[in-house]
């Protein structure tokens, strides 16, 4: 949306600068979601849309959105700023020395910072990478399995979405050293999958490699009869080759 030509939701001060009166900002009309930031009431985004647009005004220059927020504005439909139990993920701001932003409701600020190439212009706003934003979201997932799932909608080839791969993810995660949460970063790529085609598969996948350590999947295989139909799609299990890496999966 636009208004006197600003992209809103817009900073207070950028809004009075263009000319609109600050009684006006304190109408019903405009919403405030963070202090010294307003948008209209009207015409309103679906959800997780709002959040992310809210959170974007915030971004000062040199800084991006980052985690599953700039994998969704990416096309990575099943990263949408919501955990398995329906809570909201607050939105990653990556900030730069010299501007702060603190945290709050819906807000999760950042001083991890960017090496050159993970940022990005994206509809006209400046966004992590797809391989850096997997990287950050894993690494803040409250455990491997769920990180395992934000890096398998990521890089699936089965959903459709915008997606990386597991090749440049890892080619990331290798250039940093000491960051909080790397180690979980770590661990959920050996255990991804890029032909997971939805969260809840992910997660039942983990349980079972859980269960049966010893056993590869091969995951979303297609299974024809002797006349070569398609029985079906499923996820089939072989044994490990001995010596194999733990969690390496046949695709």
Known sequence: MQTTGIQLPARVADLLAAGIEAHELRRKAW?????????????EPVQPHTRVQDA?????????????????????????????????????????????????DGILPSRAGLLPGELVWFDG?????????LYDEMRLAPSVGEAV?????????L???????????????????????IVRARMAIERASDRSCSPFESRVRVVAEDALPDVWWRVNRPVFDDGGRLLGIA???????????RWRHAS
């Open 56 to 104: 974007t005004a915030l971004v000062r220059s040199g800084g991006a959105i980052g985690g599953w927020a700039s994998a969704f504005r990416q096309g990575v439909r099943y990263l949408d700023g919501w955990d398995r139990f329906g809570r909201e993920l607050p939105v990653l701001l990556h900030t730069v020395p010299g501007h702060q932003i603190r945290r709050r």
């Open 31 to 43: 919403h405030h979601p963070f202090w010294g930031i307003a948008r209209p009431v009207v015409d």
């Open 125 to 133: 706003d400046p966004v992590t990478t797809l391989a850096r934003a």
């Open 149 to 157: 799932v934000v890096i398998d909608m990521g890089v699936s080839r």
């Open 235 to 245: 996820d089939r299990p072989r044994d490990r080759p001995r010596g194999g890496v």
């Open 159 to 181: 959903t459709g979405h915008a997606r990386t791969t597991i090749a440049e993810v890892r080619r990331l995660v290798d250039r940093h050293v000491k960051t909080r949460g």
